[in-house]
């Protein structure tokens, strides 16, 4: 078996909760279409991307707008979205997470992101994470959203390492299946028996040491 070299993380879920502002705008766009968006239609957004998002906010409101409004309404979410995560700071890091990554910084492990979302360049920086990342794979790189592999291993290729020398950290389903397609190993994030085929499960980063990412 190769020995891991690299860590991949998922963002919203992982790294920050950003879910809650995503939720806020989504409902603000829900309650001006004149509907209700709840936060158990929320959790069927988490990982899925920005318009794939919509159609699924839309098909619960049960409208059915032209290509050219869907684009505008995914437009005022998303100023929305920005306007709340422009406030984001270091406060708002999941607990761990900062001390995980120094510490496979100092033991020599490449890190990478890999997430749908097109705002994880502001996300980061707000949140002074962005040097700790030797690459970078978002919304803005990929075309093909998870579960397609496409995101996990751009960023393989970024760090110059193998797919089955990298761990994926995940809290979507869709991610998980990704990084499982990937051919790399994969920790979710969240609860078992919620999250499948994840080769280990945590509900979080906090106490996490290098030691999880043997396999
Ligand atoms: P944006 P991840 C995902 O982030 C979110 O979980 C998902 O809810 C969101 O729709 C998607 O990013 C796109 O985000 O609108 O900012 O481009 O979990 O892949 O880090
Ligand atoms: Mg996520």
Redesign the pocket.
């Known amino acids: 078996m190769n020995k891991i070299k690299a860590c991949l993380f ?5 790294v920050v909760d ?2 809650k502002y ?1 939720y806020l705008a989504w409902k603000r766009l829900a309650s001006s279409l004149g509907f209700d968006f709840t936060k158990e239609d929320n959790e069927r ?6 318009m ?2 919509l159609e699924i906010l839309l098909s619960i409101g049960k409208v059915n707008p032209s290509e050219g409004k869907k684009i505008m309404m995914a437009q005022e979410k ?1 100023s929305w ?1 920005v306007e709340y995560i422009s406030k984001l700071d270091e406060s708002e890091i999941l607990p761990g997470v900062k001390d995980f990554l120094i510490e496979l910084r100092r033991n020599g492990i490449k890190i990478a992101l ?7 360049m502001m996300i980061l920086n707000n949140l002074n994470l962005t040097s700790y990342f030797d690459a970078i794979v ?2 803005n790189k990929v075309s093909k959203a ?1 579960p397609d592999p496409e995101v996990f291993l751009l960023g393989a290729s970024e760090l110059k390492v193998q797919p089955s020398e990298c761990v994926v950290f995940e ?2 389903q869709a ?1 998980i299946d990704a990084a499982k397609a990937a051919n790399m190993k994969v920790i979710g994030i969240g609860q078992k028996g919620v999250l499948l085929n994840a080769d280990k499960i945590f509900e979080g980063l906090s106490d996490a040491h290098i030691d999880i990412i043997e396999f």
């Open positions: 998922d963002l919203d879920g992982v950003t879910a995503h957004l988490k990982g899925v991307s920005r794939r998002s998303n979205y890999g997430s749908a979302s097109k705002n994880s978002d919304g998870k809290d979507a991610g």
